[in-house]
């Protein structure tokens, strides 16, 4: 299979730059996959999950909010937040799940809401994807 050059960027560093022959990505209106040779575009990134294919293998990730740039040879992701499913801490995405909970149970504003919705998906979506990794 052809591969093509994956670079995934958050604010802090460059999370990964390597060969890979597919990248699936969570974008606002869904899924969808690039390939090598895939025609250049410009999509945003939801909260979710995000998996990469190298050397015939997924390896599975969370990624939040951001953008990818796909080139004819390159693939940029520039995301606020990127974990590789073993490194999700699993306990402390559940403290945050239940926290956010406590606070929309006692919503008083619709930024507050807004706020506490997006805290929500990102740690479901955590835990969406380190139950994914056959060790769990």
Excluded at 48 to 54: D, I, L, P
Excluded at 58 to 78: K, N
Aim: hydrophobic share 45%; charged share 25%.
């Amino acid at each position: 299979m052809a591969e093509f050059k994956l670079e995934i960027f958050t604010p802090e560093h460059n999370v990964f730059s390597q060969q890979v022959e597919a990248v699936r990505l969570t974008g606002l209106d869904g899924e969808f996959t690039v390939l090598a040779g895939h025609a250049a575009m410009v999509a945003a990134l939801g909260i979710g999950s995000m998996s990469v294919k190298q050397g015939g293998k997924w390896h599975d990730a969370f990624t939040s909010e951001g953008f990818v740039e796909v080139r004819p040879d390159e693939t940029l992701i520039f995301a606020q937040a990127f974990e590789w499913e073993e490194d999700i801490d699993v306990a402390r995405a559940q403290a945050a799940r239940a926290r956010v909970e406590a606070r929309l149970r006692s919503q008083q504003s619709k930024r507050e809401f807004a706020h506490n919705s997006i805290s929500m998906a990102r740690a479901l979506a955590r835990l969406r994807v380190s139950k994914k990794s056959p060790n769990q």
